[in-house]
């Protein structure tokens, strides 16, 4: 029964992330500057249109591309219905603090709204991939609580961050867009083991090629393409496996 509550709030939640991104691409396209109000008026307008949330604003025609959106939303909410569950078994069955559980949704909800975020509007929001970044800084600093082991992840996060920033402008083409970098390193700063950046490259580009590859039907895909919802399935995937491996939350020193 509790998956099953599980899987209906990640539904409930992926509804929500979808409807969110669709009205920020409208506000978008009316020609308004991408920033955070406009961001946090479109969640606004979501909340108060909840009528709206079941509604998919480029359902493919085709049979085949059909089932391949189907795949992916059932692939979304079972990895959301298996982080919810984490959170909710640390709370009861770990005596840690109901903020855990209350980080695994918010978490849940950012990473939905990212993957449909980058697929409206090729986004990703600063004003929730660099709070990724800040915040393990910030649990440190006020609380003394890691979110990784050790902090060393963050710092490279933080270090490749400025490299790349500061060597994007002697080559000529990008080869990953910024949004997509700050996502990364900031999935990386919160992931539960140091190494999970080899992971998160490993898991995002196989499973973008494989996608894109069915996609195009061509074994080489071209173009370029929303890497954003890969990161996040990544990093769900390395955090369903870690929890399935132990289920402690002492990884993240809480």
Same mark, same amino acid.
């Given at each position: 029964?509790?998956?099953?509550?599980?899987?209906?709030? /990640?539904a409930?939640?992926?509804?929500? !992330?979808?409807s969110?991104?669709?009205?920020? !691409?409208?506000?978008? *396209? *009316?020609?308004?500057?991408?920033?955070?109000?406009?961001?946090?008026?479109?969640?606004w307008? +979501? @909340?108060?249109?909840?009528?709206?949330?079941?509604?998919?604003?480029?359902?493919?025609h085709? !049979?085949?591309?059909?089932?391949?959106?189907?795949?992916?939303?059932?692939?979304?909410?079972?990895l959301?219905?298996?982080?919810?569950?984490?959170?909710?078994?640390?709370? +009861?069955? =770990?005596?840690?603090?109901?903020?855990?559980?209350?980080?695994?949704?918010?978490?849940?909800?950012?990473?939905?709204?990212?993957?449909?975020?980058?697929?409206? %509007?090729?986004?990703?929001?600063?004003?929730? %991939?660099?709070?990724?970044?800040?915040?393990?800084? #910030?649990?440190?600093?006020?609380? &003394?609580?890691?979110?990784?082991?050790?902090?060393?992840?963050?710092w490279?996060?933080?270090? @490749?961050?400025? =490299?790349?920033?500061?060597?994007?402008?002697?080559?000529?083409?990008?080869?990953?867009?910024?949004?997509?970098?700050?996502?990364?390193? &900031?999935?990386?700063?919160?992931?539960?083991?140091?190494? /999970?950046?080899? =992971?998160?490259?490993?898991?995002? %580009?196989?499973?973008? #090629?494989?996608?894109?590859? &069915? #996609?195009?039907?061509?074994?080489?895909?071209?173009?370029?393409?929303?890497?954003?919802?890969?990161?996040?399935?990544?990093?769900?995937?390395?955090?369903?496996?870690?929890?399935?491996?132990?289920? =402690?939350?002492?990884?993240?020193?809480?």
């Open positions: 029964m509790l998956y099953l509550l599980c899987a209906l709030q /990640a409930l939640l992926m509804s929500f !992330a979808q969110w991104a669709a009205c920020y !691409a409208f506000i978008l *396209q *009316q020609g308004a500057t991408p920033n955070s109000s406009r961001l946090w008026h479109a969640a307008q +979501t @909340l108060k249109q909840p009528r709206y949330w079941a509604r998919f604003g480029f359902w493919p085709s !049979a085949w591309r059909r089932c391949y959106a189907v795949l992916g939303i059932g692939v979304g909410v079972s959301a219905a298996a982080l919810l569950y984490k959170g909710w078994y640390l709370v +009861t069955h =770990g005596h840690v603090s109901i903020a855990v559980g209350l980080w695994y949704v918010a978490l849940t909800v950012v990473l939905l709204f990212l993957a449909w975020c980058d697929l409206y %509007t090729r986004l990703l929001p600063d004003a929730l %991939t660099i709070p990724l970044m800040i915040l393990p800084w #910030w649990c440190v600093a006020v609380d &003394g609580v890691a979110l990784s082991t050790p902090d060393v992840a963050w490279w996060s933080v270090a @490749l961050y400025i =490299g790349y920033r500061y060597g994007v402008a002697a080559v000529y083409q990008q080869w990953m867009g910024a949004g997509d970098l700050k996502l990364f390193l &900031g999935l990386w700063a919160v992931s539960p083991q140091p190494d /999970a950046g080899i =992971g998160l490259v490993l898991v995002s %580009t196989c499973a973008c #090629w494989v996608v894109q590859a &069915g #996609w195009q039907r061509r074994c080489l895909p071209r173009g370029a393409c929303a890497f954003g919802p890969y990161l996040c399935l990544a990093y769900s995937v390395i955090n369903v496996w870690e929890s399935s491996l132990s289920m =402690g939350f002492s990884p993240y020193g809480f």
